[in-house]
C-alpha cells in the first residue's frame, strides 16, 4: 500500500494575496515548491501527496497542475472553483475533460462572515454537481460551523466529503465537549471522511505536549473509524509548530495501537479510495 500525506501546500509567497501569512508566521512566508518537500518525504517513506489550494483562484489551480507534470509524487490536487457561478458546470466538464489530477475542491468556508454560507442557495447549487463530474469537496471550518456542515452533508449523501483539520478544534485551550458532540453527529453520515492533519497548529505553537493530542484523536478514531481517516501534514504550516517529522511521529506512536491493515488505511489507503489517486 502506497503512503500518502493527503493535506500540503506550495505557493511563491505574495504578502498581498497571502496575507494569511502573518508576521508571527515568519517561517512560512516566502515560497514553498516540491523540492522542498521531497526530501522530507523521502526520508519519511512517503509515497505520494495531495496537493490543496490556498488561494481562491483558478490561476491556483493551473499553478499546482503545472507542478503535478513535473513532479510525480503529486498524485491528486484539490482545487478551487467558484461554486457559485452560473457556469459552474462547464467549469467542472473542463476540469474533467483536461485536467485528471484535479481530484476535488475547496472553499475557505471558516474566513466567510457569513457562518452559513456553505448553505446558500447558489453555494449548494455547485456542490449538486459536484459528484456527477466525480469530484471530492474538502470541508475547511472551525468548530463552530459543524452543525452548518452537518446539514450541508445530510443533503448530499452521495457527493464524498472530506473534514480538514478535525474542523479546527481549540486545542490550546483543551476545548473539546460541544467539537466532540458536533463532530460524533457529522461522522454518522458515512459519505464524510476527516483528515487528521493541522493539529499541531490548532495546540500552544511553542510548548505542546503528545499528549495535547490524545483526547482529539481518540474522538475521531471512534467516530470515523480508521476507515474514515486519512493522514496529512499540512506541511508547510505545520512548520509553525515543530515541523513535518514531529507532527508525523505523533501519528505513528498514536496509531501503533492499530492493525497493519487499518495503518496501512489511515496512511494512505483512505486518501487513494477518497481521491481516486
Same mark, same amino acid.
Given at each position: 500500500?502506497? +503512503?500518502?500525506?493527503?493535506?500540503?501546500?506550495?505557493?511563491? #509567497?505574495?504578502?498581498?494575496? @497571502?496575507?494569511?501569512?502573518?508576521?508571527?508566521?515568519?517561517?512560512?512566508?516566502?515560497? #514553498?515548491?516540491?523540492? @522542498?518537500?521531497?526530501?522530507?518525504? %523521502?526520508?519519511? $517513506?512517503?509515497?505520494?501527496?495531495?496537493?490543496?489550494?490556498?488561494? %481562491?483562484?483558478?490561476?491556483?489551480?493551473?499553478?499546482?497542475?503545472?507542478?503535478? =507534470?513535473?513532479? @510525480? #509524487?503529486?498524485?491528486?490536487?484539490?482545487?478551487?472553483?467558484?461554486?457559485?457561478?452560473?457556469?459552474?458546470?462547464?467549469?467542472? %466538464?473542463?476540469?474533467?475533460?483536461?485536467?485528471?489530477?484535479? /481530484?476535488?475542491?475547496?472553499?475557505?468556508?471558516? *474566513?466567510?462572515?457569513?457562518?452559513?454560507?456553505?448553505?446558500?442557495?447558489?453555494?449548494?447549487?455547485?456542490?449538486?454537481?459536484?459528484?456527477?463530474? !466525480?469530484?471530492?469537496?474538502?470541508?475547511?471550518?472551525?468548530?463552530?460551523?459543524?452543525?452548518? *456542515? $452537518?446539514?450541508?452533508? *445530510? $443533503? #448530499?449523501?452521495? =457527493?464524498?466529503?472530506?473534514?480538514?483539520?478535525?474542523?479546527?478544534?481549540?486545542?490550546?485551550?483543551?476545548?473539546?465537549?460541544?467539537?466532540? =458532540?458536533?463532530?460524533?453527529?457529522?461522522? +454518522?453520515? /458515512?459519505?464524510?471522511?476527516?483528515?487528521?492533519?493541522?493539529?499541531?497548529? $490548532?495546540?500552544?505553537?511553542?510548548?505542546?505536549?503528545? *499528549?495535547?493530542?490524545?483526547?482529539?484523536?481518540?474522538?475521531?478514531?471512534?467516530?470515523? !473509524?480508521?476507515?474514515?481517516?486519512?493522514?496529512?501534514?499540512?506541511?508547510?504550516?505545520?512548520?509553525?509548530?515543530? !515541523?513535518?517529522?514531529?507532527?508525523?511521529?505523533?501519528? +505513528?506512536?498514536?496509531?501503533?495501537?492499530?492493525?497493519?491493515?487499518? %495503518?496501512?488505511?489511515?496512511?494512505?489507503?483512505?486518501?487513494? @479510495?477518497?481521491?481516486?489517486?
Amino acid at each position: 500500500m502506497l +503512503k500518502i500525506d493527503a493535506h500540503q501546500h506550495f505557493w511563491k #509567497f505574495d504578502p498581498v494575496r @497571502d496575507n494569511w501569512i502573518t508576521e508571527d508566521m515568519a517561517v512560512i512566508r516566502h515560497d #514553498f515548491l516540491p523540492a @522542498d518537500l521531497l526530501p522530507i518525504l %523521502q526520508r519519511n $517513506e512517503i509515497d505520494g501527496t495531495v496537493l490543496v489550494q490556498t488561494c %481562491q483562484t483558478e490561476a491556483d489551480n493551473h499553478f499546482m497542475l503545472q507542478l503535478t =507534470q513535473e513532479n @510525480d #509524487f503529486i498524485k491528486g490536487v484539490v482545487g478551487w472553483v467558484d461554486l457559485r457561478a452560473e457556469n459552474i458546470e462547464d467549469r467542472l %466538464q473542463h476540469y474533467k475533460e483536461h485536467h485528471p489530477k484535479l /481530484k476535488g475542491f475547496r472553499h475557505v468556508l471558516q *474566513a466567510e462572515p457569513n457562518e452559513q454560507f456553505m448553505l446558500t442557495k447558489k453555494f449548494k447549487r455547485g456542490i449538486g454537481f459536484l459528484n456527477h463530474y !466525480g469530484f471530492t469537496y474538502d470541508i475547511l471550518i472551525y468548530p463552530l460551523h459543524l452543525k452548518y *456542515a $452537518e446539514t450541508l452533508v *445530510a $443533503e #448530499f449523501p452521495d =457527493q464524498k466529503f472530506v473534514v480538514d483539520h478535525l474542523a479546527k478544534p481549540l486545542i490550546k485551550n483543551k476545548d473539546i465537549d460541544e467539537w466532540k =458532540q458536533d463532530m460524533e453527529a457529522l461522522s +454518522k453520515y /458515512k459519505n464524510v471522511y476527516c483528515k487528521v492533519s493541522g493539529m499541531l497548529t $490548532e495546540a500552544d505553537w511553542y510548548s505542546w505536549r503528545t *499528549a495535547d493530542f490524545t483526547p482529539y484523536l481518540d474522538v475521531v478514531f471512534s467516530a470515523f !473509524g480508521a476507515n474514515r481517516l486519512m493522514y496529512g501534514s499540512d506541511w508547510p504550516v505545520c512548520k509553525l509548530a515543530g !515541523g513535518y517529522n514531529r507532527a508525523l511521529e505523533i501519528l +505513528k506512536i498514536y496509531t501503533s495501537k492499530l492493525s497493519h491493515h487499518e %495503518q496501512n488505511k489511515f496512511f494512505g489507503g483512505n486518501a487513494i @479510495d477518497f481521491y481516486n489517486l
